[in-house]
């Protein structure tokens, strides 16, 4: 009797604890965070791009999130996705389990793989920031198998909508089961506008305090006595004689003609800017075979290495005429950025660049230089959301063993630092523009 009181007793303080918290009792993987929530959307891989896609009329999707976390030594068997499912815990005795239609993983935001594969396209793999998820098939007409690489994955898990849920749902993971809340799914910022309270206040109720007042006033005064400093200072120089205008052939007026001409702002353009298909976040192996412009391709590696960024810029111009393959085009156009950011020719660095990530098949090791030297580029011009978007591709393939030298980063800095100066002196903001209206208005020379 006392030893069967004292298993009860080991029973109700170790694993009824584990039971009731519904998490696993095993130690060969964990499954935290858990997060569950409608959604009127997702993100699902199309091609090289991802595609949003809605679910019916009136529906929303039930998204599911956690981390899984694999310690070293320890192995998470592939399963099949009908053994993950999921029931609505208000009527958990008859609801029927549903599996996930697709499953993907976070990256910013949660992407996923697409649910069907072709007869020749048998598995589909998504990168992580420690891990990858894989989905395969062993035939055709089998099942998809889910696999985990890494030490580990923010998961994701989409499944269909079905109506009305309750507080919670149950998730069953590779034969155990976990609760989880359901949080309330976001309102649209107009409808929570729409049926918020009145404003018990005046508007204009603390509306301005003492000190937005006195810095109004300071900016006022300012902008006044700016404009009266203007107007007495146009006034003065229209009483003033005109001076005899200079003609074109004299040679002071020849001369700063062409310093105008040979400006270093002289046919700049304005940076192209970073789209969808530029923000990868799958990519393709280097292919076996270069195609025609192989040597070409070859020379200008080793003119690239030996920092004559002239001669490799010209090589790969001549192998890409000559006709690369896909995965070696991508990686001529990378190398031609690298080539034009050496030299300082930022304008046609971005533009290389991002026909780089671009192309039909981009590979790893030519869109992290890529999306390197773009991040850098892009935070020194400004261009901070552009410069986010690549640091992100850069941060989905910091496996690849490739970094930024210092001094490069460096040069390529002051490179597009002189390149906005220039920029800015071509193409004034409009208050400067507008300032240069004002004080170079003609001057009336009619007499008084």
């Given at each position: 009797?006392?030893?069967?009181?004292?298993?009860?007793?080991i029973?109700?303080t170790?694993?009824?604890?584990q039971?009731?918290?519904?998490?696993?009792?095993t130690?060969?993987?964990?499954?935290?965070?858990?997060?569950?929530?409608?959604?009127?959307?997702?993100?699902?891989?199309?091609?090289?791009?991802?595609?949003?896609?809605?679910?019916?009329?009136?529906?929303?999707?039930?998204?599911?999130?956690g981390?899984?976390?694999?310690?070293?030594?320890?192995?998470?068997?592939p399963?099949?996705?009908?053994?993950?499912?999921v029931?609505?815990?208000?009527?958990?005795?008859?609801?029927?389990?549903q599996?996930?239609?697709v499953?993907?993983?976070?990256i910013?935001?949660?992407?996923?793989?697409?649910?069907?594969?072709?007869?020749?396209?048998?598995?589909?793999?998504?990168?992580?920031?420690?891990?990858?998820l894989?989905?395969?098939?062993?035939?055709a007409?089998?099942p998809?198998?889910l696999?985990?690489e890494?030490?580990?994955v923010?998961?994701?898990?989409?499944?269909a909508?079905?109506?009305?849920?309750?507080?919670?749902?149950?998730?069953?993971f590779?034969?155990?089961?976990?609760?989880?809340?359901?949080t309330?799914?976001?309102r649209?910022?107009?409808?929570?506008k729409?049926t918020a309270?009145?404003p018990?206040?005046?508007?204009?109720?603390?509306?301005?305090?003492?000190?937005?007042?006195?810095?109004?006033?300071?900016c006022?005064?300012?902008?006044?006595?700016?404009t009266?400093?203007?107007?007495?200072?146009?006034?003065?120089?229209?009483?003033l004689?005109?001076?005899?205008?200079?003609?074109?052939?004299?040679?002071?007026?020849?001369?700063?003609?062409?310093?105008a001409?040979?400006?270093?702002?002289?046919?700049?353009?304005?940076?192209?800017?970073?789209?969808?298909?530029?923000?990868?976040?799958?990519?393709v192996?280097?292919?076996?075979?270069?195609?025609?412009?192989?040597?070409d391709?070859?020379?200008a590696?080793?003119?690239l290495?030996?920092?004559?960024?002239s001669?490799?810029?010209?090589?790969?111009e001549?192998?890409?005429?000559?006709?690369?393959?896909?995965?070696?085009e991508?990686?001529?156009?990378?190398?031609?950025?690298?080539?034009?950011?050496?030299?300082?020719?930022?304008?046609?660095?971005i533009?290389?660049?991002?026909?780089?990530?671009?192309?039909?098949?981009?590979?790893?090791?030519?869109?992290?230089?890529?999306?390197?030297?773009?991040?850098?580029i892009?935070?020194?011009?400004?261009l901070?959301?552009?410069a986010?978007?690549?640091e992100?591709v850069?941060?989905?393939?910091?496996?690849?063993n490739?970094?930024?030298?210092?001094?490069?980063?460096r040069?390529?800095?002051?490179?597009?630092?002189?390149?906005?100066?220039?920029l800015?002196?071509?193409?004034?903001t409009?208050?400067?523009a507008?300032?240069?209206?004002?004080?170079?208005?003609?001057r009336?020379t009619s007499?008084?």
């Open positions: 009797m006392r030893a069967l009181a004292s298993a009860f007793l029973l109700s170790v694993v009824w604890p039971l009731a918290a519904g998490q696993p009792s130690s060969s993987w964990t499954l935290t965070t858990l997060k569950a929530q409608m959604v009127p959307a997702i993100w699902v891989l199309d091609g090289n791009e991802y595609v949003r896609e809605s679910p019916p009329q009136g529906e929303n999707f039930l998204e599911i999130q981390r899984l976390t694999v310690p070293p030594g320890a192995l998470l068997d399963m099949a996705l009908s053994e993950i499912r029931r609505n815990t208000r009527s958990a005795a008859i609801a029927k389990p599996s996930p239609f499953v993907g993983l976070s910013l935001t949660c992407r996923y793989l697409p649910p069907e594969t072709r007869a020749h396209d048998l598995s589909r793999r998504i990168v992580g920031h420690d891990g990858s894989g989905l395969s098939r062993d035939s007409n089998a998809l198998t696999a985990i890494g030490s580990h923010d998961l994701c898990m989409a499944f909508g079905s109506g009305r849920m309750g507080g919670s749902v149950s998730l069953e590779a034969g155990h089961s976990f609760t989880i809340p359901l309330p799914m976001e649209p910022r107009q409808a929570a729409a309270d009145p018990t206040r005046p508007y204009w109720d603390g509306l301005l305090s003492s000190r937005a007042t006195l810095i109004a006033g300071l006022l005064l300012i902008l006044g006595l700016g009266l400093a203007i107007w007495r200072w146009r006034t003065h120089r229209a009483l004689p005109a001076r005899h205008a200079k003609s074109p052939d004299d040679p002071d007026v020849a001369t700063a003609e062409g310093d001409s040979r400006s270093p702002g002289y046919e700049l353009v304005e940076p192209e800017r970073v789209s969808s298909e530029h923000c990868r976040t799958s990519f192996r280097v292919g076996t075979s270069a195609g025609p412009g192989k040597a391709f070859e020379a590696l080793r003119a290495q030996g920092e004559r960024f001669d490799a810029d010209t090589l790969l001549q192998a890409i005429t000559k006709g690369l393959m896909a995965t070696f991508c990686g001529a156009w990378s190398m031609r950025g690298q080539a034009a950011a050496a030299i300082g020719e930022i304008p046609r660095a533009s290389y660049f991002l026909k780089a990530l671009g192309g039909p098949e981009v590979t790893a090791q030519a869109a992290l230089p890529a999306a390197m030297h773009l991040a850098v892009y935070r020194e011009l400004g901070r959301a552009d986010v978007k690549m992100a850069a941060t989905t393939l910091k496996s690849v490739i970094t930024l030298d210092p001094e490069v980063n040069r390529l800095k002051q490179s597009t630092q002189a390149y906005r100066r220039a800015r002196a071509t193409h004034p409009g208050l400067k507008l300032a240069t209206r004002l004080l170079h208005r003609p009336s007499a008084t």
